[in-house]
């Protein structure tokens, strides 16, 4: 088997073409051609072992603009994500083994890696199927189901929430003549200092896949702020956060909505309950999204592009 096969087999037995694993491909390449082979995983790890040494997003994008690639391959350089150890462990199991059978070609190997890059940023759009014989609700349930497939397929992603987070964000844009701050999905709340994400007037919008007690205390330094929180969240989740809510006796202060039915209400609504309103108000709010997702976001992939 060749060598570009046996890496073809590697990255897809162990999920290696999604932003943060390739990031992890490139910065161990450069390690093996610092340190020389065999590589020790353990030595490869932070002081602590909680992190891939190395590993951030100065490191990657110094690679990447060797070769001639200025866009940012991940804001965070692969360091956050919670499987980078072992794919790290993983990727040089797999470096030693072609080591040990002498077909181990660095320069091939990182440049093998590049084209996943290039081809990962070439990634194809999530498409909105505007079918006019369904729901507007089944016709955005289908759109998250489709993020929901490829965050199964790339484990620890949060393609969900990202999407959720910029689709909330579009219909802001569409309906207030101020459009409100948007930022990377990854961006925390806590770090940034922000209230939710969104604040508009007295209203803290907070947009997540997993409501937790974190979110809910979250809220009640809200309303001790003055703020009015309100939670949009999946179907599952809006039952999890009522409970939350429920349980530390917050359900009549803080407002849930199922995401879904709170971008659903505004093809409606801003499109007049007309059906050639209703494909405009799609077509505004996926250019919306997309011009977020540019601005926001490395990965292209984010992109919604809508059937013809």
């Keep these: 088997m060749s ?3 046996k890496l073809e087999g590697f990255a897809k037995e162990f999920r290696m073409k999604t932003k943060g694993p390739l990031c992890v491909a490139l910065v161990v390449t450069r390690h093996a051609k610092k340190y020389g082979m065999p590589l020790n995983p ?13 590993l951030g997003k100065s490191a990657v994008q ?3 603009n060797e070769h001639g690639i200025n866009r940012v391959l991940a804001e965070e350089g692969g360091r956050t994500s919670r499987g980078s150890i072992g794919k790290m462990r993983n990727y040089v199991a797999f470096l030693n083994e072609l080591h040990n059978e002498a077909i181990l070609d660095l320069d091939f190997i ?21 079918d006019t014989a369904k729901s507007v609700r089944a016709i955005i349930q289908d759109l998250i189901s489709q993020a929901e497939k490829r965050q199964a397929e790339n484990n620890g992603t949060t393609l969900v929430g990202t999407m959720l987070q910029h689709l ?9 003549e101020t459009k409100p701050q948007h930022h990377g999905a990854s961006v925390a709340d806590d770090s940034s200092g922000r209230e939710g994400d969104f604040i508009i007037e007295d209203v803290a919008i907070h947009v997540t896949t997993t409501p937790s007690e974190a979110l809910i205390r ?17 179907n599952r989740g809006r039952l999890v956060a009522e409970a939350l809510a429920e349980q530390t006796m917050m ?10 039915q709170f971008l659903a209400g505004n093809f409606y609504e801003l499109g007049k309950f007309a ?25 292209p992939s984010l992109q919604i592009t809508i059937a013809r």
């Design 110 to 130: 990182e440049s093998w890696w590049i084209e996943q890059v290039k081809k990962f940023f070439a990634g194809k759009p999530f498409v909105l199927r505007y």
């Design 218 to 234: 979250k809220c009640e330094r809200n309303i001790f702020n003055g703020l009015k929180p309100v939670i949009i969240t999946s």
């Design 62 to 64: 110094i690679i990447l």
């Design 3 to 5: 060598l570009k096969n």
């Design 168 to 176: 909330v964000g579009a219909k802001l844009n569409l309906l207030l």
């Design 42 to 54: 353990d030595k490869l790890l932070t002081i602590g072992g909680g992190q891939v040494l190395g």
């Design 251 to 260: 359900a009549d202060r803080i407002d849930v909505f199922e995401a879904e």
């Design 275 to 299: 059906q050639s309103g209703r494909r405009t108000i799609a077509e505004q709010l996926t250019a919306e999204y997309n011009t977020i997702v540019g601005e926001c976001e490395t990965d």
